[in-house]
């Protein structure tokens, strides 16, 4: 017995275990693992949702580039990871001023030894991080230079989300308002940012070869597997549950029941408005545009989804399903290519959903009352000057951004490598080598 | 009557489309094919390791002409499809014994149709 001590004590100073402050077993220390587990099950299950936009975003794009997806959606999150750990937390959660936090570089701010919620705060927030990053790969894919898609994941998660979040989440302006902007879980902070970087992206690459004929017409350029997207779909709302109910970033929070439930009601409304917009506008139920408006649905619940009542929820998400087939349509005729609907997802239900919390906020659920309850206008001000301003910050930035590496190493692969397809010429490789992949689809 | 096959790379179809659009050959059916030709394919690297990709990827194009229309289409074909390099690909022309439209049952020049020298011939008698 002494030997087995007198080894784990010099154990512990050779590889400087610094052994975690002994466990007391007191109510409130056992309320915080509480929120400790559900804050990291809830960043376990946002991770997932890579999986989803990777599946969403190949089954929706041709099967030449499904390789170039995959490695978009992972490399995303790897930079991104990285950058938000060296840059991106501490200009989000750092003290600093109105605008962007100075201090907590390389997550110095967590504290080695006693308290290690930083640790699980910043697992939490690094998946939201990278969720902003992925919705643009879907915007620009089957076109956009893998090199230059990197330079931008990492632009992304160390300064462009970080600031938009500092803003309405650490403690900024937007938070700072005599009435402060409500985003609950990032209908703005992760969505619309997203969505407006992806705008920005399609407009410096412009449409896709084949997309826009010269008699002004448009054709759709089929995806090479509606059951991938399902599959990613499905992955996504998923992952929302950590997303939405995580969001309260505690386990001991009653609401993370209510949350969980509009969140459901919020998606599942909005696949029912895309799916009968769609069958109405365009005789048959279409398959993509519902999948799509399951996923603007869930958009447009996260600012309000602690906010709202049940049946708000409803409303919002069916409205986020129509805005979204009338969206998609309205982008298609302006040339804007976005092979996934990523903007008409993110961006306009982002806006879409940071508004309604001013419309359909009620006391009993979030403790603040919107417009159609009896709680005034000056919440949906908020949320407007909110919704304007991430706008302007995001889209101008990113719009330069993406010109800069435009000039720089050019943003787009060339022609013939784009109809060859990302896999061959820019990984050297093919996702279905086995498989006869149909040039005719092109 | 002609038969012209043509082998062209996967992503120089549009561009062979759209050169056939415009001599108004719109005509054709078109196939995923592998193969390989004089080089026997080509080395390329893949994890590290070197691989001789024998059969490689192309793009078959059947086309049943009349007569008047064998050089347009020709020429369009290559307009669209060279590019100057090794794999550019080729176009074989065979005679065509006969053609039938399946619907009227019409055979000849007039089953290949389009608007050919000799279909108006046929239209003026």
Redesign the interface.
Known sequence: MKLKAIISIILSIIFSISLVLAYEATPENNAKSIDFVWTLIAAFLVFIMQAGFAMVETGFTRAKNAGNIMMKNLIDFCFGAVAFWAIGYAIMFGAGNLFFGTEGFFLSSANNGSDLWQYAYWMFQVVFAATAATIVSGAVAERIKFSGYIFYSIFISALVYPVVGHWIWGGGWLAKLSTPMIDFAGSTVVHSVGGWAALAGTIILGPRIGKYMNNNSVKPIRGHSLTLAALGVFLLWFGWYGFNPGSTVAGTNWSIATIAVTTTLGASAGAIGSLLTSWIRYKKPDVSLTLGGTLGGLVAITAGTANVSPLSSIIIGLIAGILYVFSVSFFDRIKIDDPVGAVSCHAINGVWGTLAVGLFAQKEFGGINGLFFGGGISQLVSQFIGVISVFIWTFVIMLIFFKIIDLIIGLRVSREEELKGLDLSEHNTEAYADFPISATNN | MKYIIAIVR?????DVKKALWNEKVYRMT?T?VRGAGEQKGYP???RGLIEEVNLL?K?KIEIAVNDSFVDSTIKAIIKGAR?GNIGDGKIFVLPLEDCIRIRTEKSGIEAIGGESLELKKIIKK
């Open positions: 996967p992503e120089k179809l549009p078109v995923d390329i690297e893949f990827r793009v590019t």
